[in-house]
């Protein structure tokens, strides 16, 4: 029997081949489509989930709030890890992290920039899942100027993964020992190193300061239900051992800290939560949003529906040409059971065939997916194990869904009025037809709005003003590597013809270094007056070669002594201490340690403010800052001519490699620094032009097929209405009329729905675009002449063809 299905479903389905076709195409871009997006959930799903103890580890945070200053931090204090093990039994282990930023290695006579390299605690073995190819993990980090590589980190320095006992050779001076190999780390980890250093190594690392954060600390639990107990902990574990540190720096106590409306805590994130929850100051790497993750997966069910949608419309409309086959068979013996199955065999048989050229082109497409995301997903045998048993499901699921009102509604025709001729041809089942048209392009539309405003967000953050200029500088990244030389190279490339500025400083609006000090208005230290800005040292060269703007008072001077202790705020700062005119008037610098009358201060003047300038993503706010005059050669910056850019950067390699030969000049352009901080935000636009062409595609091919259908059970009437006299615009507006009232109707039902969701995901911008009416317009516009182009197509065809072929047989 079941046999028989399949041989009769195949031939009813080659019988009617472009009905056929259009099906198994739409279903075919929707799962294909349906599948990416799935690869895409899934790993970004997966993060830290490699970790065989990932349900009982955790990340401490901090959150300072000082004034109207409020901070949250994925970094703690430095002899926390040890107190939380030595204080709380159901705490197995912590282990600490600190990113060690760019560090050069050699490699034969020259140098790599790695910028993977990491300081960890001996006990990150015990707490991630860091399997060892060669060395002990109990004792390889356990000693200073140790370091445990990874498996193509090995090959890449030594040809080998048999690296212990061999020596890498850091910035040409410290020299580490290998004590291990561990396997390259999944790509789904919140940190991604390739050089795992001893933190014996890093003698702050045995700092006793409560009030300072900068390690990422991690706590593996006994038993992962102790979490909310370890929390609860936090505060008297901070008056017991942050207590006497805070008198001694801000000269009062927690109680009376938190009195004056400012706080101090710590809390904890789940391990397998950081990438898709947390954006805290210090993370190890850029993470997602879960926004995106609900987004796409809304995204992948929606063009699914619509693909079951056109099958859906094209079998119901094709009714009227099932019903005497229906009645045929009922006459014959067969009962409506037997009929549904044929129905759903049909249904299923599509399916099938659509899933097998959704996972060809899924497995074709997914390297320039892999691209376009930034993702790096494979197709192992791991994730076959659960993406054949899922497609299989798909098929059955989608299959009877798709087939199921068809099934149902057909098998129900009585078969003395369906060989009476008494249904009514082509009109059975309109309702829901329309019904399911409005559906398709209610989504293409809700996708169309979207896309607009995700790109008109995009194109705002690429014109806004930022308050400096970011065209045509280059950032020298690794200047520090000079030392004593960096002011000698600094000058000699200010020399050159195609310079125009040269800044030295490791703060810059693009850079990830920042710092943070508090500073009070005046000589009370009153918290609730207190300042708790970036505070950035600077030259006197920084804001010319920035393009920054003085509103008033003036910049740093080489000549006067005087700036030793002078600093320039911005807007926001000068506001926040409310000075009607800030230029020459004292703040106060904390310096930590204890001083009779309060805490140990430097006082500062203010020679002048900068306006406002965005130094953090367009997401957020712009903060107070406080520059201050000092040397910093963390990075150099230069203001370079739009001529013969690649002349001037040969002449610059030269001057660096004159200076320090053997290493490699790290740079890039502050612009490339700029789009590289939004490019989550481009890449989900990309995303989402695709996806919505995808769903349009879709949409237009059921719609192509209800087109052709009507167009052919019209053909007698438009036969007639052409002798009658009727032109092809009278014809294919007759033909278009009704499609497009749907497709307008979708308009009205989708724009303010998009509207809101749009708005939504702009609050997560401080600085956004207004969705003016006419994104609103322009999507509808868009929308209507797609669907009239693609209905034109077959009303053109039926009009122009010869009346008298059509009414021949009358």
């Known amino acids: 029997m079941f046999k028989n299905y399949i041989k009769t479903a195949y031939r009813s389905l080659y019988k009617n081949k472009g009905f056929t076709a259009i099906n198994i195409l739409g279903l075919a871009l929707g799962l294909a489509t349906c599948l990416l997006i799935v690869f895409y959930v899934v790993d970004e799903l997966s993060y830290d989930r490699y970790n065989t103890k990932a349900n009982r580890i955790y990340r401490v945070n901090e959150d300072l709030k000082l004034g109207e200053n409020n901070v949250q931090y994925a970094v703690a204090m430095p002899p926390l890890a040890k107190t939380l093990k030595a204080e709380y039994p159901y705490v197995e ?83 580490f020992k290998v004590t291990g190999v561990i396997n390259d780390l999944p790509k789904q980890s919140h ?51 942050s207590g006497a540190q805070m008198q001694s720096e801000l000269g009062m106590s927690i109680a009376q800290f938190e009195k004056g409306g400012s706080h101090f805590r710590m809390n904890l994130t789940a391990l397998t939560d950081i990438h898709l929850t947390s954006n805290r100051s210090g993370e190890l790497g850029p993470n997602s949003t879960t926004q995106y993750v609900y987004i796409f997966s809304a995204i992948a069910i929606f063009i699914l529906l619509i693909a079951c949608v056109n099958f859906m419309n094209l079998s119901t409309a094709r009714s009227s040409n099932r019903a005497k086959e229906v009645g045929v068979r009922k006459v014959m013996g067969s009962s409506r059971k037997h009929l549904i199955f044929q129905f759903l ?20 497409l997914l390297p320039f997916f892999n691209q376009l995301s930034g993702k790096e997903i494979v197709l192992t045998l791991n994730s076959l194990k659960w993406l054949v048993p899922s497609l299989l499901a798909i098929v059955l699921v989608i299959g009877s869904l798709a087939g199921s009102y068809p099934a149902f509604f057909l098998s129900a025709f009585q078969p003395i009025d369906v060989l009476k001729g008494k249904l009514s041809a082509g009109f059975k089942g309109g309702g829901l037809r329309s019904f399911l048209v409005v559906f398709q392009f209610f989504v293409s539309i809700l996708l169309i709005i979207g896309t607009l ?6 194109n705002f953050i690429q014109t806004k003003n930022l308050g400096y200029n970011r065209n045509q500088v280059l950032v020298v990244k690794n200047s520090g590597e000079l030392n004593q030389q960096a002011k000698v190279f600094k000058q000699e490339l200010a020399e050159l013809p195609g310079v125009k500025e040269a800044t030295m400083t490791g703060f810059l609006p693009t850079n990830g270094w920042r710092n943070t000090r508090i500073y009070f208005k005046d000589a009370t230290y009153d918290q609730k007056k207190s300042l708790f800005p970036q505070s950035w040292e600077v030259d006197a060269d920084y804001i ?25 705020i911005n807007e926001a700062a000068a506001k926040f201490l409310g000075f009607a005119d800030p230029v020459g008037k004292t703040i106060y610098q904390s310096l930590g340690g204890d001083r009779k009358g309060g805490p140990n201060v430097k006082e500062c003047h203010i020679v002048g403010v900068v306006k406002d300038f965005h130094f953090n993503s367009l997401r957020e706010k712009i903060e107070p800052i406080v520059l201050t005059y000092g040397q910093n050669a963390g990075a150099l910056a230069i203001r370079v001519s739009a001529a013969n850019i690649t002349a001037l950067m040969a002449q610059i390699k030269d001057k660096w490699n004159s200076l320090s030969p053997g290493v490699q000049i790290d740079y890039s352009f502050m612009d490339q620094d700029f789009d590289a901080s939004y490019r989550s935000e481009q890449r989900i636009g990309q995303i989402f032009v695709i996806f919505t062409s995808l769903a349009i595609i879709i949409a237009c091919l059921g719609l192509f097929g209800l087109a052709a259908y009507a167009a052919e059970q019209r053909i007698k009437e438009i036969g007639i209405r052409k002798v009658l006299g009727a032109n092809v615009t009278v014809i294919v507006g007759m033909l278009s009329k009704d499609f497009i009232k749907l497709v307008c109707i979708a308009i009205i039902t989708a724009s303010p729905i998009a509207w809101y ?18 994104v609103i317009a322009s999507a509808a516009v868009g929308a209507l002449v797609i669907a009239f182009v693609t209905i034109s197509f077959q009303s053109v065809k039926a009009a122009l063809a010869n009346p008298v072929n059509s009414l021949r047989s009358e």
């Open 93 to 175: 282990d912590a282990t600490r992290i600190k990113a060690a930023g760019t560090t050069h290695v050699k490699k034969g006579n020259g140098n790599i920039v790695e910028n993977k390299v990491g300081f960890v605690d001996a006990s990150i073995f015990n707490v991630f899942t860091l399997p060892m190819i060669s060395g002990d993990p109990k004792t390889a980090l356990l000693e200073p100027n140790t370091v445990v590589l990874t498996e193509s980190t090995a090959k890449k320095y030594f040809n080998t993964t048999n690296a212990v006992g061999k020596t890498i050779v850091f910035n040409d001076k410290e020299n």
């Open 191 to 241: 940190f991604n190193f390739d050089f795992f250093v001893s933190l014996e190594s890093f003698p702050d690392s045995r700092s006793n300061e409560w009030l300072r954060s900068d390690y990422n600390t991690y706590v593996l639990l006994k038993d992962a239900k102790d979490h909310s107990k370890l929390a609860a902990s936090f505060p008297a574990l901070l008056q017991k051992f």
């Open 345 to 364: 065999a049909e249904s299923i048989l599509i399916t099938f065939v659509a899933t097998i050229i959704a996972i060809i082109a899924a497995a074709i």
């Open 453 to 458: 405003v995700i790109y008109n967000q995009l």
């Open 544 to 568: 010319p070669t920035m393009d920054m703007k003085i509103a008033a008072g003036r910049n740093f001077s080489k000549e006067m002594q005087t700036d030793s202790s002078a600093v320039i």
């Open 757 to 774: 969701a749009m708005n939504k995901w702009l609050q997560d911008f401080a600085y956004r675009v207004t969705i003016h009416w006419w």
